[in-house]
């Protein structure tokens, strides 16, 4: 089944007609997910790319909780080409773009400094996915990226699935499949704003953080691992009880000043590897608006949008330095080049699997402000 009708009044604003163009001779478009309680999520095929999460606040009032685009152009030629995409073949950064896979070396384009970042220039996030809708709360994407596409090694077969749940869950769940050996880490690079997207979009300083990881993974000044875990202990990375994400952001930290902001990779206290647990949690206390991560992965790279411009997006919305939070979950970066982090190699005959769930809700008191 293709798309499901988008005929009707959608409270994004969004046109179907703005995001149908053909690409390499694929087709893409938009595909609107609703709940029973009025609920909406808008999706393009174009590198899953999210242009809207319609959310209700203290009020019932909704507004966009995530940064997107409100065209195929605007999407194609953002200022940030990985804006609510899905992030693949390898999301985060590999060394030099290069590493070793079963005695052999492979290299990757380099597109962030020295360095391999997000599956490339022309990774997951810029091309058509086949779509399927088979229900109104459901979309299942697929991709098969071909053997040395963008340096990786084997062809790939991704099916992605979102979905928006009863609860007020955007539920991902992922799984790929390889012919030859390689190494796969995916994850979604949703950049959220729990206020509501605006011109300009307000900082997300003064949200409430929980981040549930007793370690993190320190990097060097562009931005890859020493390939030690660091306790968060006494650092300003420690977000084990909630605090607002600016009270620390511009502590003089060499971490800090390393990723300009929160740019690091948690990792997650887990019970036992590739179980689905809590991960972090962040609130708005002006709307109220809360969101829960919970993830099957590792880690989860925490990033405060420190290079956002002002550029435009959704309606003409503008979106200044530090007015998202993303939480990609994931495998540490650069682990094809660390044999001691959790490996993300994946052989013929495995199948890669990951969920992770963005759950939103309204918090019916905030704490006092640290």
């Known amino acids: 089944m293709g798309n499901t009708d988008t005929t009707g009044v959608l409270i994004c604003g969004l046109q179907r007609a703005d995001f149908q163009t053909v690409i390499d001779g694929k087709h893409t478009d938009l595909y609107v997910l609703k709940n029973p309680s009025g609920a909406e999520i808008a999706v393009t095929n174009y590198g899953g790319a999210v242009a809207a999460i319609m959310m209700p606040d203290k009020d019932g009032k909704y507004d966009n909780v995530i940064q997107g685009h409100d065209s195929i152009a605007n999407v194609i030629n953002s200022h940030e080409p990985f804006l609510s995409t899905i992030i693949g073949r390898y999301g985060n950064r590999i060394a030099k773009g290069s590493f070793l896979l079963e005695g052999k070396a492979y290299q990757l384009a380099i597109n962030n400094g020295p360095n391999s970042l997000h599956g490339g220039p022309t990774g997951f996030h810029a091309r058509v996915w086949d779509a399927e809708q088979p229900d109104a709360q459901t979309l299942r994407l697929h991709y098969v990226s071909k053997d040395g596409e963008e340096g990786f090694p084997g062809n790939l077969d991704v099916t992605v699935v979102y979905q928006l749940t009863d609860n007020n869950e955007f539920k991902i769940l992922y799984e790929a499949t390889t012919d030859k050996t390689t190494i796969v ?158 490996s993300c190699v994946l052989h013929p005959g495995e199948t890669y699997r990951q969920t992770t769930i963005y759950q939103f809700g309204v918090e019916k008191e905030i704490r006092q402000k640290d």
Request: with cysteine; glycine share 8%; charged share 20%.
């Open 185 to 342: 880490n995916l994850t979604h690079h949703g950049f959220f704003n729990l206020s509501g997207i605006a011109n300009p979009t307000p900082v997300i300083n003064d949200y409430e953080l929980t981040i549930n990881a007793d370690y993190y993974v320190p990097i060097d000044d562009t931005s890859i691992p020493y390939g030690c875990i660091a306790s968060v202990e006494g650092t300003p990375f420690d977000f084990r009880t909630p605090h607002t994400i600016g009270s620390r952001i511009d502590d003089d930290c060499v971490q800090i000043r390393h990723g300009a902001g929160y740019d690091h990779c948690y990792v997650l206290n887990k019970r036992e590897a590739g179980t689905l647990g809590f991960a972090a949690k962040c609130v708005d206390p002006l709307s109220r608006r809360s969101m829960e991560v919970f993830t099957t992965e590792p880690g989860v790279q925490v990033y405060t949008s420190n290079w956002h411009n002002g550029f435009s997006g959704w309606h003409g919305a503008t979106f200044p330095r530090r007015s998202a939070i993303c939480f990609e979950a994931q495998h540490f970066p650069d682990t094809p080049n660390k044999g001691h982090f959790p």
